[in-house]
């Protein structure tokens, strides 16, 4: 027994198992390591949360019939979730296993939940969410999916950090006081008398379009009043108690734009979202009192030029159609965080059949109130979607040919001023060039974009319905078709014709003289033209104030008796008579020089156009809801 004991002692100090009467006993070292498992103890089961989300509470001011709590992941997304789901998501911390979640969830939450509950929860709803991380995964980095929205900002790239963006809304956060706010409101409704009814708000325009140097200049200050929209942003979410994320720029629809993640105010009322949403219309107001300002101790008529159109910007943010202002505005009257995602179910819940009732039922989730505003939003959206998408279909030949005529003017004129040495030339002709490929890129991108999802979403609708994909397939070629034909045979209206530049500074080498009249023969019911018998019309007569007329481009004057014209048509002439017009027969065909400038030259009003319209804003989120789960 002795030496048995001993050589026993001597095998555990080993770590050799030894015989026993329970069977083959382990060490103490080899439990510990886990290498090999302890009958009748299972490893609980840690839950943690993804990495960088944070909780933002409940959405106060909601327009839910139940309350929502707001989530937002690392990535940038905002996820909605249930109070059962944010209790527990909010008692995961990495150290408490679920059998503890189930207590301290049971504790907050009023009724008992089990600790398969909430393995349930996390598995099913919390785990596909992307607020926390798969068992077994060992980063906690995970791969949620997105809400793909079209009318979301895309590309975005950070202009000023967290950082400094909340140092300077903590120094601007006094203009948001009631009385300031005020005092502001009083000094824009007096500018507004003084320019527009005494000084005349149009005439500091046209003495920038006669000097067109000064486009720069007012294109700059446009830019630097978008800059100041968005700290209008960031200062108001930090007066109302919330924490200004970053300021950045991306792509919106075809324009370049500029946002603020302002996603803290989830957590605040709904005055403290409103007062966000807009703080930067109320900033643009207060950078036009300073250019006013400005011109009061300058006499320069381009500050008031930035202040006629600082009213059009903000016009354009109070515009709720869009992922602009007053779409933000409108989604917080409602309560709603997500208009563009209740689209969907507002049309289904139209529709009979099982989707139509599952989507009456999401309806119903929404107070009377929210979901009255919300579906004549819906009601009213859409078919200006569609008509305006029908709109630039039936026109684009037309905006595919002007919009290449164009560019290449604007890329050779530009490259001719370069090689010439004429260096300030040239880099306005690119800016010209990058206002005229950021629409041309944003069409194709929508295009493409708009044509993947209708394609995808055909097939999943029809997937298993051969009868219906065929009648789709055929509605889709009869409208191609159809819309092909007035393409070819020219029911569309035609290409605009060619024109001066209005900032001749933006296109260098583009002419700034109306292009020839290009001669258009009519042909007779034979079809013979002789040309001994042709006889041209005159552009037009000088009008007696022809010398005295001011215009941004002068008009090519035609003399008192008419003259031939050359036989060999301009390279520019562009303009076509429709074909099939009634002459009388025997009578020689009449040659009519038609295009810009026909007719008398006398002083024409200018048209005001904003060289800072690639630029617009959007006060949006870095990430937009996902749909609820509950």
């Given at each position: 027994?002795?030496?048995?004991?001993?050589?026993?002692?001597?095998?555990?100090?080993?770590?050799?198992?030894?015989p026993g009467p329970g069977g083959m006993p382990v060490t103490y070292e080899q439990v510990a390591s886990g290498g090999?498992?302890?009958?009748?103890?299972?490893?609980?089961?840690?839950?943690?949360?993804?990495?960088?989300?944070?909780?933002?509470?409940?959405?106060?001011?909601?327009?839910?019939?139940?309350?929502?709590?707001?989530?937002?992941?690392?990535?940038?997304?905002?996820?909605?979730?249930?109070?059962?789901?944010?209790?527990?998501?909010?008692?995961?911390?990495?150290?408490?296993?679920?059998?503890?979640?189930?207590?301290?969830?049971?504790?907050?939450?009023?009724?008992?939940?089990?600790?398969?509950?909430?393995?349930?929860?996390?598995?099913?709803?919390?785990?596909?969410?992307?607020?926390?991380?798969?068992?077994?995964?060992?980063?906690?980095?995970?791969?949620?999916?997105?809400?793909?929205?079209?009318?979301?900002?895309?590309?975005?790239?950070?202009?000023?950090?967290?950082?400094?963006?909340?140092?300077?809304?903590?120094?601007?956060?006094?203009?948001?006081?009631?009385?300031?706010?005020?005092?502001?409101?009083?000094?824009?409704?007096?500018?507004?008398?003084?320019?527009?009814?005494?000084?005349?708000?149009?005439?500091?325009?046209?003495?920038v379009l006669d000097q067109p140097v000064l486009l720069l200049v007012v294109f700059v200050l446009t830019v630097a009043?978008?800059?100041?929209?968005?700290?209008?942003?960031?200062?108001?979410?930090?007066?109302?108690?919330?924490?200004?994320?970053?300021?950045?720029?991306?792509?919106?629809?075809?324009?370049?734009?500029?946002?603020?993640?302002?996603?803290?105010?989830?957590?605040?009322?709904?005055?403290?979202?409103?007062?966000?949403?807009?703080?930067?219309?109320?900033?643009?107001?207060?950078?036009?009192?300073?250019?006013?300002?400005?011109?009061?101790?300058?006499?320069?008529?381009?500050?008031?030029?930035?202040?006629?159109?600082?009213?059009?910007?903000?016009?354009?943010?109070?515009?709720?159609?869009?992922?602009?202002?007053?779409?933000?505005?409108?989604?917080?009257?409602?309560?709603?965080?997500?208009?563009?995602?209740?689209?969907?179910?507002?049309?289904?819940?139209?529709?009979?059949?099982?989707?139509?009732?599952?989507?009456?039922?999401?309806?119903?989730?929404?107070?009377?109130?929210?979901?009255?505003?919300?579906?004549?939003?819906?009601?009213?959206?859409?078919?200006?979607?569609?008509?305006?998408?029908?709109?630039?279909?039936?026109?684009?030949?037309?905006?595919?040919?002007?919009?290449?005529?164009?560019?290449?003017?604007?890329?050779?004129?530009?490259?001719?001023?370069?090689?010439?040495?004429?260096?300030?030339?040239?880099?306005?002709?690119?800016?010209?060039?990058?206002?005229?490929?950021?629409?041309?890129?944003?069409?194709?991108?929508?295009?493409?974009?708009?044509?993947?999802?209708?394609?995808?979403?055909?097939?999943?609708?029809?997937?298993?319905?051969?009868?219906?994909?065929?009648?789709?397939?055929?509605?889709?070629?009869?409208?191609?078709?159809?819309?092909?034909?007035?393409?070819?045979?020219?029911?569309?209206?035609?290409?605009?014709?060619?024109?001066?530049?209005?900032?001749?500074?933006?296109?260098?080498g583009v002419s700034t003289s109306p292009p020839p009249a290009r001669r258009v023969t009519t042909p007779d019911r034979?079809?013979?033209?002789?040309?001994?018998?042709?006889?041209?019309?005159?552009?037009?007569?000088?009008?007696?104030?022809?010398?005295?007329?001011?215009?941004?481009?002068?008009?090519?004057?035609?003399?008192?008796?008419?003259?031939?014209?050359?036989?060999?048509?301009?390279?520019?002439?562009?303009?076509?008579?429709?074909?099939?017009?009634?002459?009388?027969?025997?009578?020689?065909?009449?040659?009519?020089?038609?295009?810009?400038?026909?007719?008398?030259?006398?002083?024409?009003?200018?048209?005001?156009?904003?060289?800072?319209?690639?630029?617009?804003?959007?006060?949006?989120?870095?990430?937009?809801?996902?749909?609820?789960?509950?």
């Open positions: 027994m002795t030496l048995l004991g001993d050589n026993a002692a001597a095998l555990y100090e080993t770590g050799t198992p030894v090999l498992p302890v009958v009748g103890m299972e490893k609980p089961v840690v839950p943690r949360l993804s990495a960088g989300l944070q909780l933002h509470g409940e959405y106060q001011g909601s327009g839910f019939t139940e309350p929502r709590y707001i989530a937002r992941r690392g990535d940038g997304q905002v996820v909605q979730l249930s109070r059962l789901l944010h209790l527990v998501a909010s008692s995961v911390d990495g150290s408490r296993d679920i059998e503890t979640i189930a207590h301290r969830v049971s504790a907050r939450f009023g009724r008992e939940v089990s600790a398969e509950n909430i393995r349930y929860l996390i598995e099913n709803k919390l785990d596909p969410l992307g607020v926390t991380v798969p068992e077994g995964q060992e980063d906690d980095q995970v791969s949620a999916p997105r809400s793909d929205l079209l009318l979301a900002l895309k590309g975005h790239r950070v202009l000023f950090n967290e950082r400094r963006v909340t140092a300077i809304a903590r120094a601007l956060a006094w203009l948001h006081r009631p009385l300031v706010v005020a005092a502001v409101l009083v000094g824009i409704a007096a500018l507004d008398v003084w320019l527009f009814v005494f000084f005349g708000a149009i005439t500091p325009v046209l003495e009043s978008l800059v100041f929209h968005e700290f209008g942003h960031a200062s108001a979410c930090r007066y109302g108690g919330a924490r200004p994320g970053c300021i950045g720029c991306g792509l919106f629809l075809i324009w370049p734009s500029m946002y603020t993640d302002v996603t803290d105010v989830y957590r605040i009322g709904r005055a403290g979202r409103l007062r966000t949403d807009l703080g930067g219309v109320y900033f643009n107001v207060v950078f036009m009192l300073a250019m006013a300002g400005a011109y009061a101790l300058s006499g320069q008529a381009f500050f008031l030029a930035a202040v006629y159109l600082g009213h059009f910007e903000i016009l354009e943010q109070l515009m709720p159609a869009v992922r602009l202002d007053g779409y933000y505005i409108l989604g917080d009257l409602a309560g709603v965080p997500d208009l563009y995602g209740k689209i969907k179910p507002i049309l289904l819940s139209l529709v009979p059949g099982a989707k139509g009732r599952k989507a009456r039922a999401e309806v119903a989730a929404l107070k009377k109130s929210a979901r009255t505003i919300v579906a004549t939003w819906v009601l009213t959206m859409v078919p200006l979607l569609v008509g305006e998408l029908g709109y630039a279909l039936w026109n684009l030949p037309r905006i595919t040919a002007t919009m290449i005529r164009s560019l290449s003017e604007q890329l050779v004129g530009t490259g001719d001023a370069f090689v010439q040495g004429q260096i300030a030339a040239g880099l306005m002709g690119v800016v010209g060039c990058v206002m005229l490929l950021c629409p041309m890129a944003g069409v194709v991108y929508l295009s493409v974009k708009l044509g993947g999802r209708l394609w995808r979403g055909a097939v999943k609708s029809t997937a298993g319905r051969p009868r219906l994909r065929v009648a789709l397939c055929a509605l889709f070629l009869v409208g191609l078709g159809g819309l092909s034909y007035a393409w070819v045979s020219g029911l569309t209206p035609e290409p605009l014709p060619k024109k001066p530049p209005i900032a001749p500074i933006l296109q260098p034979s079809g013979a033209t002789p040309p001994s018998t042709a006889r041209t019309a005159p552009v037009g007569t000088a009008s007696p104030n022809a010398s005295a007329a001011r215009s941004v481009s002068a008009s090519p004057s035609g003399s008192a008796s008419p003259k031939p014209s050359s036989s060999k048509p301009s390279s520019r002439g562009v303009i076509g008579q429709p074909s099939g017009s009634p002459v009388a027969s025997g009578q020689p065909p009449v040659s009519v020089p038609v295009g810009p400038g026909s007719g008398s030259p006398s002083a024409s009003s200018s048209v005001v156009q904003s060289p800072s319209a690639p630029v617009s804003s959007s006060q949006t989120p870095a990430g937009s809801p996902t749909p609820t789960a509950s």
